[in-house]
């Protein structure tokens, strides 16, 4: 099946940067979600894109839609402790297909 | 509720035993979702269920594996003669349409001994 990766696998942070992330596969999607985990919760759905070169911002958080469509990126500016948690990504390969799933990224905020 | 809801939040059970969890989807979702996540680990697909087509089982490990869904409302997955290696969080998610958005539940916390 279709496979996401994402990178890196894990981050240690100080608290007040900036934290950038990654999401690629071989294959074009047309849609790429990013959920943020935190620990024992289910994931939270943080931003949604759906067109190539778009860029999206939530708070702090500012994701953007690849111009290949096959990746997505994904960044955190001015990093806080309630940052800390699991950040999945979920790409669609066209519309009426279910979601595939990254491994996720684990980042830790050090105070 | 607003949200998708998931019981028991934890469960433990004896090695052989069989454990059923449920699922309750946000109200008016046609599509229901089910993965397993083993500590650590990122999410692995079970099984989807979309209106009345015939649910999609090609992420169930074995055969121990199987899930309902009554309708368009709640759905149990059910494990039989439980592993060790069956303990993980399950976690069901719920969506308008298979095409859109998943919204997560709590998740359901197994643990076999």
């Known amino acids: 099946g279709q496979q996401l990766n994402q990178s890196p696998q894990s981050m240690f942070i100080q608290e007040g940067e900036d934290v950038s992330m990654n999401c690629t596969s071989s294959?074009?999607?047309?849609?790429w979600l990013w959920y943020k985990q935190e620990p024992g919760e289910g994931p939270v759905l943080l931003i949604a894109?759906?067109?190539?070169?778009e860029l999206t911002s939530n708070g702090r958080l500012t994701a953007q839609f690849g111009i290949t469509r096959k990746d997505s990126f994904l960044n955190i500016s001015a990093s806080i402790p309630s940052d800390v948690g699991i950040y999945f990504c979920?790409?669609?390969?066209?519309?009426?297909?279910?979601?595939?799933f990254g491994p996720g990224t684990r980042l830790s905020v050090l105070p | 509720g607003a949200g998708v809801s998931q019981s028991p939040s934890n469960k433990v059970t004896e090695k052989g035993k069989d454990v059923e969890l449920r699922c309750d989807p946000i109200s008016g979702h046609t599509a229901l979702y089910w993965y397993r996540q083993r500590l650590g680990q990122g999410l692995e697909f079970l099984i989807y269920f979309q209106g009345n087509s015939a649910p999609d089982k090609s992420g169930l490990p074995s055969d121990r594996f199987s899930a309902e869904r009554t309708g368009e409302s709640v759905s149990t997955l059910t494990i039989q003669r439980t592993q060790q290696e069956d303990s993980a969080v399950y976690l069901c998610?719920?969506?308008?349409?298979?095409?859109?958005?998943?919204?997560f539940g709590p998740g359901t916390r197994l643990l076999v001994l």
């Open positions: 294959s074009i999607f047309n849609t």
């Open positions: 894109l759906y067109k190539a070169g």
């Open positions: 998610a719920s969506s308008s349409r298979l095409e859109e958005t998943q919204y």
């Open positions: 979920a790409g669609q390969l066209s519309y009426g297909q279910n979601f595939v």
